[in-house]
């Protein structure tokens, strides 16, 4: 064909019987997949034996769109073949996708539109994904929001997502929505959105859409939608009231919670343990949604500033809303695995040092029987004889709090936590240890390891720990 006839002729046969051939077997996984392993042999000797001239632009553009997509596939002899195809046409994948974003917008816009595959949505979102985190890296960056090809892939995957039931691995579909909307949209602090392509709105890029899902489907499926979530808010700085955003972690926990009686209503042999499914069990589809949520509430927080001078900029925290954090969180320390517990503890430094940079007295805004949990916890972490991973973090935590001089701020906050150690155990105080007892039982490998936090906290409550041993 491509000697005896011109190039368009070329180009309309390729597209008929190859290009378009496999939206026959749209209902059949198998015969589809086993069509487009020999699709992506036939593309690739085209392309390799028809030199440029006789391949119009269009037509290579269309190969590349579809063999960027089907990389993605879940089957791998597929995934394979369309990879060597998509090298073929692109040495790179940052400058294929720059030269053919649109045609691939087009084919992914198509791929979740008409598929009734649950496995093709879910591979052709992870697509949409990979596509929206090549079109942030471009340089100088577009604005993307203003593209009629990346608004029209945004439009249909959020009507896709609006029409979709809930499915296993469904939450692949719901970040790709917060992906590529995220890429329309994403601007740093203080920083305006070039004129074109109108605004960003909560609504229209479908905020309410992807908090939907939260509350929806497995655990996992909900951690992927929160993780969405955070995503497009961190990006586009729409950021959700803090109150708000408790509300999902209650959720979420609520959840977890409703499972765990489910576990527990099992019938066992006498004597045998309730098993740790969720809360507990590290790298859980439960843990995975709790840290999930903690973490977006704990990225909120950071966006609390003393002066707003951004549209993205919350209001400084009040005492309960801070409160409702810090009392969520050692909730999850308490019950968690060692992976959990090492993120609470990362978070609570996140959290704290932001706020001390803001001159904004977390100290104050917590009660004097939350300070001592706060402070117990951490001792109880610096001395996890499981793994030096949580012991660490614990200390440089406490030597963050330390230097942290402003009134009412960290070392405030740790004095007060430490004060509880005197306090009448009858009273329900938390076993907050004094200085003194603490510091021995620091073992000698993390006391090597933290030698300039512990020598911060022995300069700051040294008398503390020479009161204590007197």
């Not at 960056?141 to 609006?162: E, M, S, T, Y």
């Not at 509300?247 to 042999?269: F, P």
């Not at 300070?371 to 030597?399: H, K, M, N, W």
């Not at 936090?453 to 008398?463: I, P, R, V, W």
Request: a negative charge.
């Amino acid at each position: 064909l491509a000697r005896r006839n011109e190039p368009q002729e070329l180009a309309r046969i390729v597209s008929e019987r190859l290009l378009q051939q496999d939206a026959e077997f749209r209902a059949d996984d198998v015969q589809r997949n086993a069509f487009r392993v020999s699709l992506a042999r036939a593309l690739w000797e085209v392309c390799r034996r028809c030199d440029d001239s006789a391949l119009l632009p269009d037509l290579k553009a269309g190969i590349a769109a579809k063999a960027f997509v089907l990389r993605w596939s879940s089957d791998q002899e597929v995934k394979t073949g369309w990879e060597s195809l998509w090298g073929e046409l692109c040495p790179t994948t940052s400058g294929g996708v720059e030269k053919y974003y649109r045609d691939i917008c087009s084919e992914l816009g198509t791929a979740v539109a008409d598929n009734i595959s649950r496995a093709e949505k879910i591979s052709a979102a992870k697509a949409a994904s990979a596509l929206a985190t090549h079109l942030d890296k471009q340089l100088p960056r577009p604005h993307w929001g203003a593209d009629p090809a990346v608004l029209a892939l945004h439009k249909a995957i959020f009507v896709a997502v609006q029409a979709s039931s809930v499915f296993e691995g469904g939450g692949a579909l719901v970040r790709a929505l917060a992906d590529v909307a995220a890429t329309m949209y994403r601007r740093k602090r203080n920083e305006s959105l070039p004129s074109g392509g109108g605004g960003a709105d909560e609504q229209s890029l479908g905020f309410p859409l992807i908090q939907g899902f939260v509350g929806k489907g497995a655990l996992a499926d909900r951690a992927a939608a929160v993780r969405a979530l955070s995503e497009v808010m961190s990006a586009t700085r729409l950021w959700a009231p803090l109150a708000e955003i408790a509300q999902l972690h209650a959720g979420a926990s609520s959840r977890v919670d409703e499972l765990q009686r489910e576990v527990e209503a099992e019938k066992r042999e006498p004597g045998e343990a309730v098993p740790k499914r969720h809360r507990g069990k590290g790298q859980s589809p439960a843990e995975e949604l709790l840290s999930a949520t903690l973490d977006l509430w704990a990225t909120a927080l950071q966006q609390c500033r003393r002066e707003v001078e951004d549209e993205g900029d919350l209001e400084p925290p009040e005492a309960p809303e801070l409160h409702a954090f810090f009392e969520a969180s050692l909730a999850e320390f308490e019950a968690g695995s060692l992976n959990m517990r090492l993120g609470v503890v990362r978070l609570w430094k996140h959290v704290l040092g932001h706020l001390a940079e803001e001159k904004i007295a977390a100290g104050r805004l917590l009660s004097d029987e939350l300070c001592a949990r706060i402070v117990a916890f951490i001792q109880d972490a610096s001395l996890d004889a499981r793994s030096e991973r949580l012991r660490r973090p614990a200390l440089e935590l406490a030597a963050a709090l330390t230097v942290d001089t402003a009134p009412g701020c960290g070392k405030d906050l740790l004095a007060r936590g430490l004060a509880a150690a005197t306090a009448s155990a009858a009273e329900g105080a938390p076993a907050v240890l004094r200085f003194a007892v603490w510091w021995d039982k620091v073992d000698d490998a993390t006391a090597d390891m933290c030698r300039e936090q512990l020598a911060t906290l022995q300069a700051a409550f040294g008398e503390a720990k020479a009161s204590g041993s007197a």
